[in-house]
């Protein structure tokens, strides 16, 4: 980037495909580091985990599982950010020409068709990324509770007594979690910026503020969703034919309400978000400044 470089000068439209996956690994992986032993203490709020290990181990058992975390979090957030940023581009979310949905222009105010064109692009995005992240954060989860000792262990245990369909076991719930909070997430991360930073100028305090948001409000909506998707990710089965408690979505729901109450369904939700507030804070913050550098 030239020295001279004017912050006031950037043109969204002007960003290339290059520039979204290497600012998302960046925004990726800056994250899942600041953030893992967050998600290790929300996971092994399951009844399941034994917090004598934290005892007996230190606290390097909040950083069980972060090598697997990594190496998927690079591939999955490349997809992710370039995917979205396609996405809303097309859509016309930068630049107030919607093309899908031209026709109904006269029905439409920009600041509708930017909201739709962000909720279309983040929940595209999700999917491809889930399908990334889905099976090495079943393996991640397993060694946050201790369950293995490293991830290849966790990895061909899970295939040999549950077969490769666990790796996916959770892979419907995980996008009937990330979908909606990926929407709620951009769009709100969207709407924020357009009120705290209406000039669209490289702003870091609005990037933070407006992630801090959408991270709280998304991670709240959705954390009913997370509690399921985490129960059926570290349920096992091995050797000795114990049978999944947990066989599927609406099962799950069903079973958490009637034997631990709706409260079980909000279990960890203050964790949640002191995760995913400042982690999508983190993340849009480095993503956005880091596409800008990458000129």
Known sequence: ???????????????????????GCVAGVSEHIVFFPIDTVRVCAIPTFDHHSIRSEGLR???????????????????YFSIYEYTKRKLGGNDNKH???????????????????SAIGGALAS????????????????MQLGLYSSPMTALRSIIRYEGFRALYSSYFTTILMNVPNAA??????????????????QNFSAFLVSGLVAGSLSGFVTCPLDVIKTRI???????????????????TLKL????????????GVS??????????????????????LLV
């Open 1 to 23: 980037m030239s020295d001279n470089y004017d912050w006031e000068e950037w043109n969204e439209s002007a960003t290339t495909f290059r520039q979204h996956v290497l600012a």
């Open 271 to 292: 964790t949640r978000i002191m995760q995913q507030a400042p982690a999508a804070a983190l993340s849009w913050t480095v993503y956005e400044t880091v596409k800008r």
């Open 184 to 201: 709620v997430l951009v769009v709100t991360n969207d709407w924020m910026k357009s009120i705290l930073n209406p000039s669209g100028k």
């Open 127 to 142: 999917v491809a990324h889930d399908a990334v992240m889905t099976p090495l954060d079943v393996v991640k989860q397993r």
């Open 256 to 267: 958490l309400v009637k034997e631990e109450g709706v409260r079980s369904l909000f279990m």
């Open 61 to 79: 058992v909040l950083w069980r599982g972060m090598s697997m975390t990594i190496t998927a979090c690079i591939p999955a957030h490349a997809l």
């Open 99 to 117: 093309i899908l949905f031209a026709s109904f222009s006269n029905s439409f105010s920009f600041t509708s068709l930017h909201a739709n064109a």
């Open 233 to 251: 990710q570290t349920q096992t089965t091995g050797a000795d034919g114990v049978l999944r408690r947990y066989t599927g979505f609406w099962q």
